[in-house]
């Protein structure tokens, strides 16, 4: 799908605290009519403020206002191409609320199509700053709120969409209202409606957490089959990292343009991952997304990685958990070769600073398994027990708020006792990784074996090397261009493996030398 972004506009006098989403749908057209009730705070003195939302542009696809309201009372309002202007003086801490009534058909955001059984949808899928193509909105990740939508559609349809059902009602004419509400504040690129003919199950409760399966009639033999697998892993990632945040968990076949779209509380999966044989992979790594991008989210798309590694990370240790080490060791070997491979064709730090418009470009190498990668040294840097407290420390200070980077190595270091700044500083806020070419050599006389690492990059790391000759695990520490250590040994080793249980991100060239 074309994708078009503007750089991120974001409103330091503003602090969006709730919105109030009235949208209605129909069968005829594409054009959806809304009304958003917005309560602002106000952190500065103003003379005029402004919301995000799309423009209608020369193809007809956009949303026009055409009233902004406080207490009733018209304001003046203008709109350029993805910014409402709102033309009224508020002073700093006030709390105010307006109502923005607007319509029009989307360009993006809410994707309204047909499914593979030819059956009509509508789709929200706003990442990662793409509801402002339908809602008015602050449209960035730092400024998160509570969100209620009420949406009114031809009552053939089931609506989802974040929080609790509160309301469902019939209406004159076959329409039905459906009301929603989170209470627990969220991003604008998790928030979401999915309206569709859809068959429901509800397999179970976790503690006081419904599980619901959303998906097409047609594929309900296997989605309620498939997506049962969430019942093993909410309970995993509630026990290892904190509660969970939200009022239920719903697991929904969509029309995603992403394979799985981590919206809070209501997921979205692609249409064929009903059948899809890497649908518990999926499903981990989305779930974990309700703790990390939703729950604990980021505060600007540089530091990305704080969702999407640590959902890759926490699916491997899911996976781990389950069965066992080995399915941790390959999945490892698989991201390494991944994260190699596009640090030859991009070299950027992780904590990309860089991409100021074309926020896709960020979902890489980098973002997932490089990120993952992190956690997993950092695991082994402080041990099971730290770690896991200190993942759980970070959860609990930053659940319904944003963190970035910085922020996550301070709590590390808390739980830790530990200096964690050049760990953090190499990994994450320098490109590449280190390329090791490493010589050893058997000496007969001394009964020893010589080792000779060397980093070829230019920016040198500090990690620890591990090494196993015949089979005894020993750790080399490096931390300069060449490093030199000898081994006594009894005989000529028949194997020197380095990095034998997958804890190092590098890339290796081993000689032996006689």
Known sequence: MAFNSKAQVQFPAIDVQHYTFSI??????DTIKGKAVVELKFLKNVKSFQLNLVKTNSSGKGMRVSSVKEHGKSILFSQDSDVIHINTPVKAGGAHNYSITYQGVPADGLIISKNEFGHRTFFGDNWPNRAH????????????????FIVTAPD?????????????????GHFKLTHWKETSPLPTKVMVIGVADFAIDHPADIGNIPLYTYVFPESKEAGFKSYQVAKEI??????????????????????????GMENASAIFYFENSVTSKGIEELMAHEIAHQWFGDAASEKSFAHLWLSEGFATYMTNLYLENKY??????????????????????????????GVKNNFMQMLNANSYQKGGWVLHMLRR???????WRGIRNYYAQYKNSNANTDDLCRVMEKTSGQNLEQFFKQWLYTAGHPQLNITWKYDESKKEVELAITQKQSTLFEFPLEVSIDNENHTININSKTTTVVFAVNSKPSSVVFDPDVNLLAGFEVVESN
């Open 24 to 29: 209605q749908l129909n069968d005829a057209n």
């Open 234 to 259: 909410l309970p995993y990632y509630n026990k290892m990292v904190g509660p969970y945040a939200y009022e239920k968990l719903a697991n929904v076949q969509s029309k995603t343009i992403f394979g």
């Open 381 to 387: 840097k402080l041990g099971d027990t730290l770690f």
């Open 324 to 353: 066992g080490t080995d399915t941790l060791k390959k999945r490892l070997k698989d991201d390494r070769e991944t994260v190699l491979k596009f640090e030859k064709r991009r070299l950027t730090p992780v904590v990309d600073t």
């Open 133 to 148: 193509n339908w809602l008015p909105c602050a449209d960035y990740p730092a400024d998160k709120a509570t969100v209620d």
């Open 156 to 172: 053939h349809y089931q609506v989802v969409a974040n929080g609790l059902k509160t309301v469902e009602t019939a209406l004159p």
